[in-house]
């Protein structure tokens, strides 16, 4: 009765989710990928995994597949002979899986609209099918197993913000995880709540957080030297960073950018929003505050240094983010001066870089405890104290050294996760 109520409902649902899609194409000038959404891929691209068992991974954006490296590149190393099929949601999310060498092919994730999956899989032939995160898909779960093809949910969690809409919905949601052979949870919180929403316990283990497992090492002076030419950037100068920033927040990251020039040069600021087709819009605030930016697209490749005290880089490309982190001497990390739940304060740690962060980060809640407990990076709780941190960092450079060498023993004594999840995966791979 579930599944026939929820076909009927995803094919009422089917008619938006298209126009969304295609919403979101033409606005950021990306191509739709609709026959792949309904399972149509290219022969051409189904050759490069002909004649291999396939392990496929889903990352829906970009968040997730940075997270999946580690993973990733345990797969290649342990089963040579598999190709491996990385899949998307998102545009940003393909555009930085396209770049890593581990993975075969690179496709959008279908519709769960029962044609579309069957399509799918009838196509890929997946041997084990890995789903990063807290991606729950009632038909692409129920249609995997009843084709004998084990479902892993990796490096699972479930947030505080989310968790009350996951009990409210717990009669759904517990239809496709008992389809689900394991579940590897980030923490033994995140392992209780799956339960609690209706998850086998006997399947769902804490095997922690895959993004601890990113490569660490202190940024060399000549490495970053060779970025920030690339960067048109004057080795002199001290780089202040905001990374991953939302609507609404880089009003506020500006804001503290001008009240340090007032005391502090040569000073520049790399933006990177979160989302790279708000390019326009955050330009836009940058005229506004009379700053002089470039946009990255519009930097030639071999610039000499173009970039003076005041002025922005403003970043409208995706996959660069740690090229960025590496040249910076300190970075905010955005998603957390509003609320939308922060984003991932390893990245930076895992170079040496200290990070400022602002109070909303239920999203990143164990991270954000451990940054706090290495004492690897400064939480602020409005645009004053940004200023405030940052004024800090840059005028106390032993200080500076010193929360940048915390983060990256933080992250080299909390790694492990990736030996977790392969132990439980190997007993799915034939």
């Keep these: ?49 002909a004649d291999r068992p396939v392990i496929w991974l889903h990352a829906v954006s970009v968040g997730e597949s940075v997270a999946a490296r580690p993973l990733l590149k345990a797969l290649r190393r342990h089963y040579p002979g598999h190709a491996i099929v990385v899949s998307n949601t998102t545009e940003t999310g393909r555009g930085v899986t ?26 890929v032939k997946p041997a084990l099918v890995i789903i990063m995160e807290t991606e729950i898909w009632p038909n692409f779960n129920r249609e995997a197993a009843r084709r004998g093809i084990p479902v892993v949910l990796a490096n699972g969690r479930i947030s505080d913000r989310s968790y009350g809409r996951y009990l409210k919905f717990a009669w759904f949601f517990r239809h496709a995880l008992e389809f689900c052979s394991a579940l590897c949870m980030q923490t033994a919180a995140d392992r209780e709540r799956i ?10 283990q804490a095997t922690g957080n895959l993004k601890y497992d990113i490569p660490c090492r202190r940024v ?9 030419a690339r960067y048109a950037i004057p080795g002199g100068m001290t780089v202040v960073t905001a990374a991953s920033t939302h609507p609404g927040e880089e009003e506020l990251v500006l804001a503290a950018f001008r009240e340090l ?14 989302h790279p087709e708000r390019a326009v819009q955050v330009a836009g605030l940058l005229e506004k505050a009379g700053l002089p930016f470039l946009r990255r697209t519009a930097l030639a490749t071999e610039a000499a240094p173009l970039f003076s005290g005041g002025s922005v880089l ?17 970075t905010f990390v955005g998603g957390s001066l509003v609320a939308t739940g922060g984003h991932n304060l390893l990245e930076p740690a895992s170079l040496g870089i200290p990070s400022i962060f602002g109070p909303h ?19 602020v709780a409005d645009a004053a104290g940004l200023a405030a941190a940052c004024r800090t960092l840059i005028e106390d450079s032993p200080q500076r050294r010193e929360t940048g060498a915390s983060g990256l023993a933080m992250v080299r004594e909390n790694g492990g996760a990736t030996e977790r999840h392969m132990a439980v995966i190997a007993g799915f791979v034939p």
Excluded: W
Excluded at 366 to 377: N, P, S, W
């Design 220 to 228: 060399a002076p000549d490495e970053r030297a060779t970025l920030r």
């Design 314 to 330: 403003l970043v409208d490309t995706v996959g660069e983010l740690m090229d960025i982190y590496a040249l910076s001497d300190l």
């Design 261 to 274: 020039l007032a005391t502090h040069d040569p000073l520049m600021l790399v933006l990177v929003p979160r």
């Design 361 to 379: 980060m239920t999203n990143f809640r164990e991270i954000t405890a451990l940054v706090l407990k290495y004492r690897a990076g400064i939480q």
């Design 98 to 123: 396209s770049g890593f060498p581990e993975k075969d092919l690179c496709i959008y994730f279908p519709f769960d609209f029962l044609p579309a999956v069957r399509r799918t899989l009838d196509a």
């Design 195 to 204: 339960i609690t929403i209706g998850a086998p316990a006997e399947r769902v």
């Design 1 to 49: 009765m579930f599944y026939a109520a929820y076909n009927i409902l995803a094919l009422v649902l089917l008619v938006p989710a298209l126009f969304y899609h295609l919403y979101r194409s033409v606005s950021r000038g990306r191509p739709a990928a609709l026959g792949e959404r309904f399972g149509h891929i290219p022969p051409a691209e189904l050759a490069l995994i």
